[in-house]
């Protein structure tokens, strides 16, 4: 897996060097389909650093986004790229899912209908328009665009799947509305659209018979019929509507043939039957036309009109009736049920009240009226028009009988609830319970009342209360619900961040279920949120005791356990062990990440990168895909100084916006120092304060790595009124381990420079010293004194070197004692180095001090100056800039004061030059 991981890592790095724009959407395209993409994003943001106004690559950015669910982002993206290309038609299409995702259906629709102004037969997208209509809640104009479509496209039989079925259910919502009429509307579009199939034309009938319309539903029936003429339901169907018309002349031929015997029997004794009440019926009639105030007349010639369903006439009799002898709760009860027959709502609604306004005491009366009322109030209820279902419930608990008033309770409760009138829902409920004391649903709602008022103390108790009622398997289902309520308390108090109140909820439920899972969770984690380690340690190990399969308690155990750095080593190794035995639980797989990365760094930090790059390796067998691990493995190769695998897993690190620039040029200092060679351009201008003349010293140097060991070799130039001066020197540095380093070199020189320069130094660090490196060093020159105005008697001299090094974070201090013996003489110089690093050892800026009797031993070999056994002191300072991730350059002045030989105080300047190329 890392071999893999490696290949791709480099694919990365060498092919993001691309030409143009398209080149960027071409290749961020290809590693989205791959499914590439976080690495198609990086491209996209490479292409938007070339081409920050380029629409597409803005697009890409958004779909993207969309992808990984950021959807603010996404949409950020993708209106700019219609800024800057209003035609962008990917960049609209992404914006419609965007916006329904959303929910923002208005806007997405917008964004539809301008994709559809540039392709007006896109067939998914009217769907998708459709769709959102419906999301919306405008069914009116999602049905109207249904119907627009199918007739657009008459030969889509999607289409027309979907705009049948859409019908269907339209007309089934009218036919429960009650709106008779508008359901025949669209059961007639319905039969026009699909006319092969038999239920339509039943459909049809229905509607029409509800309607009151007989012969047009006799009408489809037989249209149905011509169709299919054997089928069952629409024969037995025709047979009744014509029975209920009387029709047996039609009925009987008609089932005769179509040979349904047993029906033609039956019907033929009605028909026998209704030809015998005929007659009476005529009787009836004529003696009620001579004397309507007849009763028995009136009587018999009404429930023949009611048989006959001819509920017009009945009303006529009614009001006949009523007009010769007066109004009369019978005759109100009788319009009453002619209405309720035909399906008149309204006036049987109307009608119901007047008679109760009129007869209150009236049993029959009150019972037609509680059942109205009943029905209002459970309407406005599903309007959402609780306070006037409120006024009508308590009418129903007043004239009622027992199972209405009960309903009614339970329905005032309710409505006080979506009020959020929660007290007076405590005082309904409190009535409830005192009527039906062992009806625990009651309970559970007074817990759920008290929740809703924030009295979470309060909920659990009345939660409680029931728990200590029950036992077995019922309480175990209520002690679920107890949960449930447990949960909702703690998130919510955890949301205002209120932890030690969550934590005495968590620890409360855990006493009615000590061994409920997600309750030790919520103890665990709210322990460790008020720094109670110790408790959240010991309900850790309840949970791991309750639960031993469960790796959660064992994670929280060990990241407890981590919290001590101490214990490190023994957590790692106990989830080395856990893993190893379960390797793709992930939880155990992150935790076991995050102590490797947390002792890893311990081991860094103690001189044991060796141990911490072979638990990384572990740990990445697991985690393969771990940045982080990635990026602390290679800390540690920087430790022990392998800087190409030092730069190679730090890669991995992702930045953010604001540590990226200083995490590239620290990118930059491990590549500079992962590669073997260097080369090296030096120069020296060097000016004495009271003369204008200036003394240059070039020089070029060339370093090779090989393993522990660096060569270098250097040759110094110089060009003054004598001649010209070289000088060749070569130096050997070894590093025997981590603490111990040394330095050899040596140099020879025509004029200008020391003939003979030989140093040796040793360079240690102290651990017990906090630290510190301290070097140590000899060296040995043979001065030119021809060339230079120097008045020695001998000229050769020696010098023993002392310094130490301290780091502390960013600064570095150098301090370094130079003694020398010349000409019989001791000299000195002390200089203090300071040094703040910027972003990596190769960005720094310097200041420097010094003071002795003698000058700086870089002076003294380049002989700038002769201000021996005369007090010298100097400053300086300069900086250090990595340009390029293999190029460095640096700058550095120094301004010398000293007394020369005459006694006179003189200045010198100086400024280093200095360019290196690694490769």
Not at 230 to 237: A, G, P, T, V, Y
Not at 771 to 784: A, T
């Amino acid at each position: 897996m890392i071999v893999l991981f490696c290949h791709q890592f480099s694919f990365a790095q060498t092919e993001i060097n691309l030409d143009g724009r398209d080149s960027y959407i071409e290749k961020a395209m290809t590693q989205f389909d791959r499914g590439n993409w976080d690495e198609g994003k990086k491209t996209v943001d490479l292409g938007l650093k070339r081409y920050p106004f380029d629409s597409d690559l803005k697009m890409l950015s958004g779909k993207y986004h969309h992808h990984k669910g950021q959807n603010e982002k996404a949409r950020y993206d993708l209106v700019k790229a219609l800024q800057i290309n209003p035609d962008n038609v990917d960049a609209k299409q992404i914006l419609v899912n965007v916006e329904l995702e959303t929910e923002r259906y208005s806007s997405a629709i917008c964004y539809v209908n301008e994709l559809l102004e540039v392709n007006p037969y896109w067939r998914g997208l009217w769907r998708k328009k459709i769709e959102l209509y419906k999301l919306q809640g405008n069914f009116v104009e999602a049905n109207r665009l249904q119907e627009r479509i199918s007739q657009i496209y008459p030969d889509d039989k999607k289409l027309k799947e979907d705009y049948i079925y859409a019908m269907e259910l339209d007309a089934a919502a009218k036919r429960k509305e009650g709106d008779i009429d508008g359901a025949i509307e669209i059961s007639k579009k319905l039969l026009k659209e699909n006319p092969e199939k038999v239920e339509n034309y039943i459909l049809m009938a229905n509607d029409y018979l509800k309607a009151g319309d007989l012969n047009t539903a006799l009408s489809y029936l037989d249209r149905g019929l011509n169709s299919f003429p054997e089928n069952s339901e629409l024969i037995n169907k025709k047979a009744g509507v014509l029975a209920q018309q009387k029709k047996y002349d039609e009925l009987l031929p008609f089932l005769q043939k179509k040979g349904y015997a047993q029906q033609y029997s039956y019907y033929l004794m009605e028909a026998a039957r209704y030809s015998k009440n005929q007659q009476t019926h005529i009787l009836y009639g004529k003696i009620f036309e001579e004397n309507p105030g007849n009763e028995e007349a009136f009587d018999n010639i009404y429930n023949y009109t009611v048989a006959v369903q001819q509920y017009d006439e009945a009303l006529r009799l009614i009001k006949v009736q009523r007009r010769v002898n007066g109004d009369s709760k019978e005759l109100y009860l009788k319009e009453l049920a002619v209405y309720e027959m035909m399906g008149n709502d309204s006036k049987s609604i109307a009608l119901t009240k007047r008679l109760f306004e009129r007869y209150p005491n009236d049993y029959d009366v009150q019972n037609a009226y509680v059942k109205v009322i009943f029905e209002e109030a459970k309407y406005k209820m599903s309007e959402k028009r609780y306070a006037e279902a409120i006024d009508d419930w308590y009418k129903v608990i007043q004239y009622g009988d027992e199972d209405y008033v009960y309903v009614a309770r339970n329905s005032i409760f309710n409505a006080h609830v979506e009020l959020g009138e929660y007290l007076d829902a405590l005082n309904v409920l409190n009535e409830l319970i005192a009527n039906d004391k062992d009806n625990k649903d009651f309970y559970l709602k007074r817990a759920d009342l008290y929740y809703r008022q924030k009295n979470f103390n309060m909920a659990l108790s009345a939660y409680e209360n029931i728990l200590d009622q029950t036992e077995g398997n019922q309480r175990n289902r209520f002690l679920s619900g107890y949960g449930n309520l447990s949960t909702l308390i703690i998130k919510d108090l955890v949301e205002v961040f209120r932890y030690d109140q969550a934590l005495q909820y968590a620890e409360r439920w855990l006493e009615q279920d000590p061994k409920n899972e997600l309750a030790l969770r919520y103890a665990i984690n709210l322990s460790y949120q008020t720094n109670s380690l110790e408790k959240a340690y010991l309900y850790a190990e309840s949970g791991n005791r309750a639960h031993p399969n469960s790796t959660f308690f064992i994670v929280k155990m060990a990241e407890i356990t981590a919290e001590n750095p101490e214990n490190y080593e023994e957590v790692y190794n106990l989830l080395l062990e856990k893993v190893s035995a379960d390797p793709y639980n992930q939880d155990l797989i992150n935790a076991y990440a995050q102590i490797t990365e947390d002792y890893s760094h311990q081991l860094i930090r103690g001189e044991r990168s060796p141990d911490a790059i072979e638990n990384l390796d572990n740990a990445l067998r697991y985690a393969p895909n771990n940045n982080t691990l990635k990026y602390t493995k290679g800390i540690a190769y920087e430790k022990i100084k392998n800087y190409d695998s030092a730069y190679y897993y730090q890669s991995f690190y992702v930045p953010s916006p604001q540590e990226e620039k200083q995490f590239n040029h620290y990118l930059y200092y491990l590549y500079y120092k992962s590669l073997d060679n260097e080369i090296g351009l030096h120069h020296l201008r060097s000016r004495p304060g009271d003369i204008d003349v200036i003394n240059p010293i070039s020089a070029i140097s060339y370093s090779h790595i090989d393993n522990n060991n660096t060569y270098s070799g250097r040759i110094n130039y110089a060009g003054r009124p004598p001649g010209k001066g070289y000088q060749i020197q070569a130096a050997w540095m070894r590093e025997w381990n981590y603490k111990t380093t040394t330095l050899i070199d040596a140099a020879w020189a025509n004029q200008f420079f020391p003939t003979i320069s030989i140093n040796a130094s040793i360079f240690r660090d102290i651990t017990k010293l906090k630290e510190v490196n301290l070097e140590l060093g000899i060296g040995y020159r043979i001065l030119d004194t021809v060339s230079s105005n120097a008045n020695l008697g001998n000229r050769n001299m020696f010098n023993f070197v002392v310094g130490a090094t301290k780091v502390i974070d960013d600064f570095r201090i150098n301090a370094r004692l130079n003694n020398f013996i010349l000409d019989g003489r001791y000299l000195y110089n002390l200089t203090v180095n300071g040094r703040y690093t910027l972003w990596s050892p190769k960005h720094y800026v310097t200041a420097m001090a010094g003071v002795g009797s003698s000058p700086d031993v870089e002076l003294l070999d380049y002989q700038v100056y002769d201000g021996f056994s005369a007090l010298n002191t100097m400053v300086g300072a300069g900086f250090t800039y990595m340009f390029a991730k293999n190029v460095s350059f640096g700058v550095l002045g120094t301004w010398y004061n000293y007394r020369n030989n005459d006694g006179i105080y003189r200045n010198h300047h100086n400024i280093f030059l200095n360019l290196n190329v690694a490769f």
